[in-house]
């Protein structure tokens, strides 16, 4: 079994910064995609960066420039750098993985529990 655990999120103003960190424990032989999504209130849950397993990257074009995915294969571990924070911002944030458990296993599908990001004016 594969757990994703998120961490960063909190209350900050317009303008400011903050780090999201989601680390995968478990039985892991690879991760391909990690991603990072979020739900504002009310809305539908969208994909915000994707970084693959040769680090190509990939944003939406709401957060191009201010926020930056990467991550620690030895730590099994994403990270989503968010600058220049706006009220728009504002949701929950979840990381999903693309995990192969094992050489004889095909990839599956994890998500982390959502950390909440909230952006005041």
């Known amino acids: 079994q594969v757990q994703l655990v998120e961490s960063g999120g909190g209350l900050v103003q317009a303008g400011g910064s903050l780090r999201l960190s989601c680390a995968a424990s478990g039985t892991i032989f690879s991760i391909d995609y990690m991603d990072w999504y979020r739900q504002p209130p009310g809305q539908q849950r969208e994909l915000v960066a994707r970084?693959?397993?040769?680090?190509?990257?990939t944003y939406a074009d709401s957060v191009k420039g201010r926020f930056a995915i990467s991550r620690d294969n030895a730590k099994n571990t994403a990270y989503l750098q968010m600058n220049s924070l706006k009220p728009e911002d504002t949701a929950v944030y979840y990381c999903?993985?693309?995990?192969?458990?094992?050489?004889?296993?095909?990839?599956?599908?994890?998500w982390g529990q959502g950390t909440q990001v909230t952006v005041s004016s």
């Open positions: 999903n993985f693309q995990v192969r458990p094992s050489t004889l296993h095909y990839m599956y599908s994890y």
């Open positions: 970084i693959t397993s040769t680090n190509y990257t």
